[in-house]
């Protein structure tokens, strides 16, 4: 078990680089001057692994490919995974007009679905290549539908907005025609909508006839406050869908992945608690037989049917050690203990330290209110969240000791998950002692790779009873020991 150490001098430049970038740019002077990367923006850069595309097999082929810049994702059944390094980079072509207009192919015809908005309503339009007039025009959404959903979102972030109010300053958004199939006559539109200040719109499915130049709007309650990203067709009357929440530059997750039935407007939503798919951004969808899902914390597959069983995979980021190295309790330290060789999570970097997942632990601090709050937001392990960095991630200083005076007389973490000990009759009143499975490495020569894992319910943890007066939470032989402290520098 790792023990807590004091607070060095040289920890500073290393916290500077682990600081929001809203901080930074406030510091003196001094320090602005020469600001260093900003630590949100590096583990977006190296720890998002959520597939960003992906390849339908030849029919005959068993495989399925999923992508992102820099690596594919190979899935051969049974159960097999394969990660291979590529040369794709992020797609440049996502300014507002390219996204506002989309084109699409459907048996050799060319059709373009242009969105539009004015201070009123929002339109989406579809034309097919070579024709005068477009195909067929739909009005998504107007000022006054977006206030009821939209209200108490809004609400949550000034609480005194009225909804006169918000129906007089919001903005239209533009429609996002994201995804499109065609079955029949039928083309199927998912719509989603402009994220900027104050940009509203309502989670769409539209359905376009080619032949008869008709329209329909689909506006599930449900998705009033999402974007429809991704859609599959099980059956004609059978659609899934796929969402996500994005207003004020932000990504959430909204309502996942949906079953919808347009005849009737029955809404099922596909996921359970403590599922991969909860609480999770949809990336990607493929389908139908079988279908495939990615989101942001991993993959699932499932056989469609009336109720789907999923079996899912978690895409890790981690960094593989071949020799012994030191692993810190915080970046900066002079002094760390041995880290053996083996694959590691990693959970932040900053421009000189990695904070992954270890098996060893330590016992810290936290105030009562503090753990509450971080357990409220999962202690920020979702990789969604490393989408938003303009909101910037709090680092969490767990402390020595109950009242130490300043945060030198404890450690640094960022988005490790921290387990709660019993209760110790001698502690001060609102405290909480936390163990941590988490540590630092330097940098050096590392390189993160994805790892895919396969994805297993957390166990529910069986309740420890208080502890009697003068006994220690913290256990005599550590279940995962370690070496001593080294001298390292």
Not at 40 to 47: D, G, M, P
Not at 273 to 294: C, I, K, R
Not at 327 to 350: C, I, R, T
């Amino acid at each position: 078990m790792r023990t807590l150490r004091l607070f060095s001098l040289s920890l500073l430049p290393y916290l500077l680089t682990s600081l929001p970038l809203y901080l930074l740019l406030s510091l003196p002077p001094a320090f602005s001057q020469n600001p260093p990367t900003d630590a949100a923006e590096i583990s977006r850069t190296l720890l998002y692994l959520a597939p960003s595309s992906v390849q339908a097999p030849p029919s005959a082929s068993p495989t399925i490919v999923f992508s992102i810049p820099g690596f594919n994702y190979e899935f051969t059944p049974p159960s097999a995974w394969k990660v291979s390094p590529n040369d794709s980079t992020p797609d440049s072509d996502t300014t507002r007009e390219s996204q506002k207009k989309r084109k699409f192919t459907f048996a050799g015809v060319d059709y373009t679905l242009a969105g539009s908005s004015d201070d009123d309503r929002a339109t989406l339009t579809l034309f097919r290549s070579g024709a005068s007039e477009p195909v067929a025009s739909v009005v998504l959404w107007n000022r006054d539908q977006l206030v009821a959903p939209w209200l108490p979102i809004a609400q949550q972030r000034k609480k005194t907005l009225t909804a006169a109010a918000l129906q007089q300053d919001l903005e239209i958004a533009d429609p996002y025609a994201y995804a499109a199939e065609l079955s029949g006559d039928s083309l199927w539109v998912a719509v989603g909508h402009s994220t900027g200040e104050s940009e509203y719109g309502l989670g769409s499915l539209v359905r376009f006839d080619l032949k008869e130049g008709k329209s329909a709007v689909f506006q599930p309650a449900e998705l009033a406050t999402c974007a429809v990203t991704h859609l599959v067709l099980l059956a004609p009357d059978s659609i899934l869908l796929a969402s996500r929440r994005q207003d004020d530059g932000a990504i959430r997750p909204c309502q996942g992945l949906a079953r919808f039935q347009p005849s009737t407007g029955k809404f099922e939503k596909l996921s359970t608690a403590g599922a991969l798919l909860e609480n999770s951004v949809v990336t990607q969808l493929h389908g139908p037989d079988p279908v495939w899902v990615s989101t942001d914390r991993g993959i699932c597959k499932s056989v469609p049917a009336a109720t789907f069983s999923w079996t899912c995979w978690r895409v890790v980021p981690s960094v593989h050690i071949e020799d012994e190295v030191t692993v810190f309790n915080k970046p900066g330290e002079k002094a760390g203990s041995d880290l053996p060789p083996g694959d590691y999570e990693v959970l932040w970097a900053n421009a000189a330290f990695f904070e992954i997942v270890t098996q060893d632990s330590y016992d810290a601090w936290l105030r009562a209110d503090d753990f509450q709050d971080l357990s409220a937001r999962n202690f920020d392990a979702e990789p969604w969240k490393l989408l938003n960095t303009s909101t910037g991630f709090a680092p969490v200083r767990p402390l020595a000791k109950p009242n130490a005076k300043t945060i030198e007389e404890g450690t640094l973490l960022y988005r490790a998950p921290l387990e709660k000990r019993p209760t110790d009759p001698s502690a001060p009143a609102g405290w909480v002692k936390v163990r941590i499975r988490a540590g630092w490495i330097e940098r050096a020569d590392f390189q993160i790779t994805p790892r895919i894992l396969p994805f297993e319910l957390p166990a529910t943890p069986e309740p420890e009873p208080a502890l009697p007066p003068g006994a220690s939470s913290t256990p005599p032989v550590p279940k995962h020991p370690i070496a001593k402290p080294s001298a390292k520098p």
